[in-house]
């Protein structure tokens, strides 16, 4: 086991939702690697629609085994972000047991690809349900610890799809826009207390949702259908996506002290995306 004494978020303690596997994985283990504990929480069932496998209760310990092995302490439930009420109580329960609450991360999300005449109602329904409200949720059983602190840093995980039009993911690019709107109402209103809230907008990422070929096949699809707006896709860098632990740069910076003065923003490891 490695002791961090003097790591970058050192002392505090941050939730992170979606953190069975990928990104949230990825966040938890690099704040607990810079001296946070964390509370981390997953679905770990499928949803409808949803064209990949989802998380497992087993990919959810690993990620408490990765969080252990930094030496710093990790709690973790299984709960739908839809569910307000039984994720208030796991978050103040966690907050009870771990004594505080510096840094959320409202990360859970799920996706999927269709021409927009091909999206159903419940498509749309649930994609909002996890995407939007979820990460609405979230802050709303987490926001009160730091109110009660007096300080804090609300994360929430949009996409380069909250940016800019993305095809062929109507419900996904509804969400993220609004979660970039969230961002910015919950940053005017909290800032009283000295809480920051910020949105993170990556380009495509190297994880499950994309990588296990049910979410890349229906894209292809529908791109083959209308190739010509499939070229709104492409990074401006050279590359083709990115990894987990490059988005969990910016959510460590957005955690820490050294962005205290940022908050009503949208940073945007993005590869260049968003600009071409």
Same mark, same amino acid.
């Given at each position: 086991?490695?002791?961090?004494?003097?790591?970058?978020?050192?002392?505090?303690?941050?939730?992170?939702?979606?953190?069975?596997?990928?990104? @949230?994985? #990825?966040?938890?283990?690099?704040?607990?690697?810079?001296?946070?504990?964390?509370?981390?929480?997953? /679905?770990?069932?499928?949803?409808?629609?949803?064209?990949?496998?989802? #998380?497992?209760?087993?990919?959810?310990?690993?990620?408490?085994?990765?969080?252990?092995?930094?030496?710093?302490?990790?709690?973790?439930? !299984?709960?739908?972000?839809?569910?307000?009420?039984?994720?208030?109580?796991?978050?103040?329960?966690?907050?009870?047991?771990?004594?505080?609450?510096?840094?959320?991360?409202?990360?859970?999300?799920?996706?999927?690809?269709?021409?927009?005449?091909?999206?159903?109602?419940?498509?749309?329904?649930?994609?909002?349900?996890?995407?939007?409200?979820?990460?609405?949720?979230? %802050?709303?059983?987490?926001?009160?610890?730091?109110?009660?602190?007096?300080?804090?840093?609300?994360?929430?995980?949009?996409?380069?799809?909250?940016?800019?039009?993305?095809?062929?993911?109507?419900?996904?690019?509804?969400?993220?826009? #609004?979660?970039? @709107?969230?961002?910015?109402?919950?940053?005017?209103? /909290?800032?009283?207390?000295?809480?920051?809230?910020?949105?993170?907008?990556?380009?495509? %990422?190297?994880?499950?949702?994309?990588?296990?070929?049910?979410? @890349?096949?229906?894209?292809?699809?529908?791109?083959?259908?209308?190739?010509? !707006?499939?070229?709104?896709?492409?990074?401006?860098?050279?590359?083709?996506?990115?990894?987990?632990?490059?988005?969990?740069?910016?959510?460590?910076?957005?955690?820490?002290?050294?962005?205290?003065?940022?908050?009503?923003?949208?940073?945007?490891?993005?590869?260049? %995306?968003?600009?071409?």
């Amino acid at each position: 086991m490695t002791e961090r004494v003097n790591g970058r978020v050192s002392g505090k303690v941050a939730l992170i939702t979606g953190a069975a596997r990928g990104q @949230g994985r #990825a966040h938890a283990v690099r704040l607990a690697a810079e001296g946070a504990d964390v509370i981390v929480v997953d /679905l770990c069932a499928p949803i409808r629609g949803v064209p990949y496998a989802p #998380a497992t209760p087993e990919d959810l310990q690993e990620t408490v085994r990765l969080v252990e092995k930094t030496g710093q302490q990790a709690i973790s439930a !299984i709960v739908d972000v839809r569910d307000l009420e039984k994720l208030r109580g796991i978050v103040d329960d966690a907050v009870i047991r771990l004594g505080r609450l510096d840094v959320v991360v409202a990360n859970a999300a799920i996706c999927s690809a269709a021409p927009w005449y091909e999206v159903t109602p419940e498509s749309f329904e649930d994609t909002i349900g996890t995407n939007v409200t979820g990460v609405w949720n979230t %802050v709303m059983v987490s926001a009160p610890h730091l109110v009660e602190r007096g300080s804090g840093s609300i994360i929430l995980i949009s996409s380069a799809a909250g940016l800019k039009a993305q095809p062929f993911t109507m419900p996904y690019t509804t969400s993220k826009w #609004a979660v970039r @709107g969230m961002a910015k109402a919950f940053a005017a209103e /909290l800032a009283q207390h000295s809480i920051r809230v910020n949105s993170v907008h990556p380009t495509g %990422v190297n994880t499950p949702m994309v990588n296990d070929g049910g979410l @890349g096949g229906q894209l292809d699809k529908a791109i083959a259908g209308n190739s010509r !707006i499939g070229a709104m896709m492409i990074n401006m860098l050279p590359v083709d996506i990115i990894a987990p632990e490059d988005v969990s740069d910016t959510v460590l910076f957005l955690a820490s002290d050294e962005s205290k003065y940022i908050t009503a923003h949208e940073l945007a490891p993005d590869a260049g %995306v968003t600009e071409f």
